[in-house]
């Protein structure tokens, strides 16, 4: 038998520890893994993440990625991922494939920690590969995003499996190895194709980390590139087969360097060098969309017309491009991480603020401390070639993102070698504070503590500070939405008939908004557009089939983090939880929502919302918000006694009331004395709700909470009664739609007060987070009045609205998207690829919108208008529900909220 010598044995044993130390630590942190799978396998956060599932399920159906967004084509996303989506589709079936692929990896991010131990024990030590595993195994953003149906688990694990080989083989002195190693390097381009730009810097770190002669070195790069031609080569020659010109992975490169000249997301700047503000973006704003400046059909001509046309904007704006960059720096190495933001932003559900906060914090710190000592390990590290060459390739790839596409995700793909160098940086920090060398640790040391105390107080709050003399700090809140209320059908408004007894009294007593307009002139994206203060253009409720993205935040989500208990009670199906809009409340009663046709059409529902809502009072905890959401005064037309005789009491015709939109009863060239009728019957509705909510605040005073509650009265839209050829909502932007009553008490405000300031819809959640001494939404598009009900002034700013489902098309039935701007005392109309003639109005001279003077020299400025804030204002992806019930969506059909590629039944 062989003699073994002691320190052999001891070498070997310390090895045998070693590996075992890093097994454990893989198995720990894959079960870790495959636990989040499991908690947060419905969580799906971003716009790649639906893109990717829709291309993997085209590949299913006819064997080639396709999809439906814009901005998206089948030859723009690499094509690794979606397939390996369809593999797994196909293995186990569509219902059970996110989660098949979720599992899978969860174990290539494990196979991924091995790969660091390989790596390191290879360039740097035993003690440094435990350490550098470890790190990475439990790094939070690298932990969490292992579960995602995103590329970067994939794109980490090629990237280390080919450094592995690098490392471990010499492939820069074994061609072997070298062609293991492109071979590797072919799937992580595929996988992400930012990787081609990265293979220059492989080939530096081959050559030079090589000891064999230089003809050997040669030829092992000269494999590295034929093993990544052997995977690129197919597709890139299926691709230019599939569009006639060359192309080599996809067409998403003038894409992503045109992301790059132009301005900087503020989301980007949550803790970083700068925070940003909305407005000061603005200065930095790029030219309009590629997309709308290149007119060329072929994708490949496309995106080499894109790449021409951004390195035209970086040669025309040197200046702003320079400045850009600098910004785009500070974000991609800001020390946090996309999951700071999908905590704060709720992309986890409604995670306590108990376990966000710490879990940004521990986030946060991790993340400083990874730059602080990775710094001191890459400054080390080039005394070892080694480390030196992975270094220049850490460094050349952080400006490789820079220079084409700065995200924060982007950087996730770099964490595991920077927490290489973090972790031998730690291990050398001791000498680097011995005489003479703590010249560089204590300044990296104090620049550390200098940005922990500057950004930890924004870690769980917004930008902005709130108002210190909030005259409602602390106070509760009850929000009422009446559905279909036009302001101008409102006695306090100015009608003749007095529909409003109860509203009137309290608009006496608190500050009534003359000129409101709402987003949208139906319910759920109205309502969406109310409770988020985004348009409907930015959170994309604008469909039946739609639900509120995750992480938009509701009104309910920032008074939750105050402390308050969040109660809603609402009815009319648009309001179901399951489009999103329950978020933030600890109950949402939407049982009156669920009914079917006859419930949702004609039963009386305003009794059972005040009784929930008074048995609901009886049980929060102040401060309190409440919303209510009535529905009565929605089509049908049906009030009870004594109200449907109220205001015609001498009515002897055929009019019901019901069936307002699928019936025969109400057409354009009705009679009418008919038509009166069926505006005194919606009147006589007002009333009956009217008197409901007069009930409510009674009982508000009974309970002894009126004069520490903020009551807010308000509607999502009004309805039409043919003034402009039309019966009910959706379908116009005309004041009968969007003007909408804004009724607000404040209890230490003075009232009895009307501001004729035009505002609108999205502005009543900033204005109320103010009056609340609440922090403010930092994505909130809407803007705080809380200087005019101070009795101060604010700069008058245009409005806007939308509608997906405008004028319809007489021949092919369908509806039209269109756009309107308020600014002075113009409105402009304009229709999806100038359908139809574009409309100018003077509200002042003409306020029923019937003389067009779309002709004038004023259009063209509020075209500019509209066209800027349609440019600067970016969509979310859309995000789906699983489906109404189907008496659900009878109901809603019946009520003329067919599909878009329904057979519509309303006028």
């Known amino acids: 038998m062989a003699h073994v010598e002691p320190d052999e044995r001891d070498a070997a044993e310390t090895g045998r520890r070693a590996r075992l130390s890093v097994i454990i630590v893989v ?11 499991f908690a947060l396998v419905q969580t799906r956060s971003t716009v790649d993440e639906r893109l990717y599932i829709e291309g993997a399920k085209a590949i299913v159906a006819d064997g080639t990625p396709s999809y439906s967004n814009p901005y998206w084509d089948e030859a723009h996303a690499s094509p690794i991922f979606p397939y390996f989506l369809a593999a797994c589709m196909q293995a186990v079936g569509e219902e059970h494939f996110e989660l ?4 899978v990896q969860v174990l ?11 790596i390191a024990r290879r360039s740097f030590s035993v003690r440094t590969g435990q350490l550098a595993a470890a790190a990475v195994a439990f790094y939070p953003p690298l932990v969490f995003f ?5 590329s970067e688990t994939v794109y980490i694990f090629f990237v280390l499996a080919t450094a592995a080989v690098l490392v471990r083989r010499r492939a820069g002195s074994d061609p072997k190895g070298a062609l293991l190693a492109g071979v590797l390097g072919g799937l992580a381009a595929l996988t992400r194709s930012v990787f081609m730009a990265q293979v220059p810097l492989i080939i530096l770190w081959m050559f030079f980390a090589g000891k064999a002669e230089k003809g050997r070195r040669l030829l092992s790069v000269g494999l590295f590139l ?18 006639g010109s060359f192309l080599l992975i996809d067409s998403n490169t003038g894409n992503v360097l045109y992301k790059n000249v132009n301005a900087v997301r503020p989301e980007n700047f949550d803790f970083g060098l700068k925070r940003l503000r909305g407005q000061e973006l603005q200065d930095y704003a790029g030219p309009p969309p590629l997309r709308e400046r290149v007119d060329v059909e072929g994708i490949v001509e496309r995106n080499n017309a894109e790449v021409r046309a951004a390195l035209g904007y970086v040669i025309e704006y040197p200046g702003r491009y320079l400045r850009n960059t600098i910004y785009r720096t500070g974000a991609l190495l800001n020390p946090t991480s996309m999951l700071v933001r999908y905590v704060r932003d709720d992309r986890y559900g409604s995670l306590p603020s108990v376990v966000g906060e710490p879990l940004i914090l521990c986030v946060m710190f991790s993340c400083m401390l990874a730059m602080f000592f990775g710094v001191i390990g890459l400054v080390r590290g080039f005394a070892n070639q080694q480390q030196a060459l992975m270094g220049l390739f850490i460094l050349g790839s952080v400006l ?7 995200d924060s995700r982007y950087r996730l793909p770099l964490m595991p070698f920077w927490i290489l160098f973090a972790v031998n940086g730690a291990r050398h920090v001791k000498s680097l504070f011995q005489p003479g060398r703590g010249r560089l640790a204590l300044p990296l040391l104090a620049g550390l503590i200098a940005l922990w105390a500057h950004y930890v107080p924004y870690s769980y709050s917004a930008v902005i500070t709130t108002q210190d003399d909030a005259p409602a700090r602390g106070a509760n809140l009850l929000l009422i939405s009446i559905d279909s209320l036009r302001a101008d059908h409102l006695h306090c408004y100015g009608y003749e008939r007095e529909t409003s007894p109860a509203l009137d009294a309290l608009a006496a007593e608190g500050i009534l908004f003359e000129n409101t307009i709402a987003q949208a002139p139906w319910t759920l994206p109205s309502h969406a557009s109310l409770l988020t203060s985004t348009y ?18 509701t009104l309910a989500r920032m008074l939750k983090a105050e402390g308050y208990d969040n109660r809603a009670v609402v009815s009319g199906p648009f309001m179901q939880a399951q489009f999103g809009l329950r978020r933030g409340f600890a109950q949402y009663d939407d049982s009156i929502a669920q009914g079917g046709h006859k419930r949702s059409h004609r039963v009386v529902t305003s009794p059972t919302i005040n009784a929930t809502a008074m048995r609901m009072l009886d049980e929060v905890e102040p401060p309190f918000f409440l919303f209510l959401h009535y529905w009565d005064v929605h089509y049908d037309y049906q009030p009870p006694p004594p109200y449907d005789r109220m205001f015609d009491p001498d009515y002897a015709g055929s009019i019901t009331g019901r069936e307002f939109i699928s019936g025969t009863e109400v057409y354009d060239g009705m009679d009418e004395r008919d038509l009166e009728h069926v505006l005194a019957l919606y009147d006589g509705e007002i009333a009956w709700v009217d008197h409901h909510v007069g009930q409510l605040i009674a009982s508000l005073k009974e309970r002894g909470l009126y004069e520490n509650t903020v009551i807010v009265v308000t509607s999502d839209h009004g309805d039409e009664f043919l003034e402009h050829g039309e019966l009910g909502h959706q379908h116009s932007l005309y004041q009968e739609l969007l003007r909408v009553p804004f009724i607000l008490r404040v209890p230490n405000l003075e009232g009895g007060r009307r501001i004729d300031r035009l505002v609108q819809s999205i502005d009543i959640m900033p204005t109320l987070l103010d009056l609340l001494g609440a922090s403010p939404s930092r994505k909130a598009q809407g803007r705080s009045h809380y200087s005019l009900l101070r009795g101060g002034e604010s700069d008058t700013l245009p409005v806007f609205a939308a509608t997906t489902k405008g004028r319809k098309d007489k021949e092919s039935q369908e509806r039209t998207q269109s756009w309107c701007v308020f600014s002075g005392r113009f409105k402009y109309i304009v229709y999806e690829d100038d359908r139809y003639p574009a409309e100018l109005y003077d509200l002042e001279a003409d306020p029923g919108e019937l003389t067009n003077l779309a002709h004038e020299a004023v259009s063209a400025e509020m075209a500019a208008i509209l066209d ?7 969509p979310l992806e859309p995000s789906f529900h699983k489906g109404l019930a189907k008496r659900t969506a009878e109901d809603l059909r019946m009520l003329g909220y067919a599909g878009d590629d329904e057979a519509e039944d309303e006028r």
Do not use: D, F
């Open 27 to 37: 198995v720990v942190s894959a079960l870790l893994k495959l636990g989040l799978v």
């Open 100 to 103: 098949a692929a979720r599992v």
């Open 108 to 118: 290539l991010s494990s196979l991924s920690v091995l790969l660091v131990w390989v």
């Open 146 to 150: 292992s579960q995602y149906l995103l």
């Open 226 to 243: 034929a093993g990544m031609a052997l995977v690129v080569g197919p597709w890139s020659i299926r691709n230019t087969l599939r569009y």
């Open 400 to 406: 490789v993102c820079v220079l084409i596409i700065s």
């Open 536 to 553: 409907p253009r930015t959170h994309q409720v604008t469909s039946k089939e739609r639900r509120l993205p995750v992480g938009v935040r």
């Open 868 to 874: 800027a804030w349609r440019r600067r204002t970016e």
